[in-house]
């Protein structure tokens, strides 16, 4: 297929492909690293026979394909678990079942996964108008004062760690200003106003954060666009800068910024670990955590695979946004 219909087409294949090879990847690599899974997972007051007896509920016997097609099989079609005294059916997409609680992997990412999309929604706003509006300022002033000093915050701030910036933000804001009360999470629907108010500190870190990079990145993409000979072009003709700016300059930064936001974004879908264990969110990033101290493999493996999944996800939606915005990319 040609044309941007067959463009979009190819990238979902390629994004279909790539989750498979992920999840090959995955499987094998937390499987074959050592331990005894079943040990852990009975506990350590378990007799030999009670250890067996998980390890065959856990499949854990069987040969390593004949897992992986069985987990293959239960995303694409939903499996059936024993739990000892019962049968639990897993509807599909299902990851397999917790070894600590016996629930479906995906009901405990769907229950974790509002807080990560509200932390990765709010961040993502945030940033792109500190970053962008930063790498604007910064072009406008150029050669001055300004520019030298927004410069400077933002190499200041893609060096600075994410959990220095919360905690910062949290003994001063919170505990000599106090200002805000320390983030808890509540959700959307039972009181949007105490879910925006809980979640602005971890937005703020991240977003002052992530912001440094968008400053930079549109800043050396405008003053590059500023450098063309069509920019020059309407200066001869009287333009103002303020306008070649608006309307050309920023436009120009708009196909790389949108391929760094959608990676970041991605990412941060797939749980932003260190924000949300130092803010106390029950995300996914925190569940992760808590999964690979007990070795719960499946909610591991799982809640990776849904990681990749963003990640993925957001590359080829910014594959296709990134040919619209910029008509010069080549559709292949």
């Known amino acids: 297929m040609t044309g941007f219909g067959g463009f979009v087409l190819r990238?979902?294949?390629g994004a279909l492909v790539t989750l498979f090879a992920l999840s090959v990847i995955i499987y094998v690599v937390f499987y074959v690293?050592?331990?005894?899974?079943?040990?852990?997972?009975?506990g350590p007051r378990c007799s030999p026979e009670q250890v067996q007896q998980v390890a065959q509920q856990l499949r854990l016997d069987d040969p390593l394909y004949e897992r992986y097609l069985h987990f293959l099989a239960g995303i694409l079609a939903g499996q059936d678990y024993s739990t000892g005294t019962s049968v639990l059916h897993c509807p599909a997409p299902c990851l397999g079942l917790s070894y600590q609680s016996d629930q479906p992997v995906?009901?405990?990412i769907l229950t974790k996964l509002p807080v990560t999309a509200s932390l990765a929604a709010g961040a993502m706003v945030l940033w792109l108008i500190i970053g962008i509006g930063t790498g604007v300022l910064s072009v406008w002033r150029r050669g001055r004062l300004t520019e030298r000093l927004l410069t400077g915050l933002t190499l200041a701030g893609t060096a600075t760690p994410v959990f220095v910036i919360g905690l910062v933000l949290m003994i001063v804001v919170c505990g000599q200003l106090r200002l805000l009360p320390f983030p808890e999470y509540v959700a959307f629907t039972d009181d949007p106003e105490q879910w925006a108010w809980n979640l602005l500190l971890p937005w703020l870190s991240l977003a002052l954060i992530e912001s440094a990079t968008y400053a930079r990145l549109t800043r050396a993409s405008m003053l590059e666009t500023l450098a063309e000979d069509h920019v020059r072009t309407f200066r001869a003709?009287?333009?103002?800068?303020?306008?070649?700016?608006?309307?050309?300059?920023?436009r120009g930064a708009v196909a790389p910024l949108i391929a760094v936001n959608a990676n970041n974004l991605g990412v941060l879908?797939?749980?932003?670990?260190l924000t949300e264990t130092l803010?106390?969110?029950p995300g996914i990033g925190q569940a992760m955590v808590q999964a690979v101290k007990v070795v719960d493999l499946p909610v591991v493996i799982g809640m990776v695979l849904v990681t990749g999944f963003f990640v993925v996800l957001a590359g080829a939606v910014a594959d296709v946004l990134y040919a619209?915005?910029?008509r010069r990319v080549v559709l292949t």
């Open 11 to 13: 990238r979902a294949l």
């Open 33 to 42: 690293t050592p331990g005894n899974v079943a040990q852990i997972t009975c």
């Open 106 to 108: 995906m009901d405990l």
């Open 237 to 250: 003709y009287g333009i103002a800068e303020r306008t070649i700016i608006r309307r050309h300059a920023l």
């Open 269 to 273: 879908f797939g749980g932003a670990v």
């Open 279 to 281: 803010f106390g969110l």
């Open 324 to 326: 619209v915005a910029d």
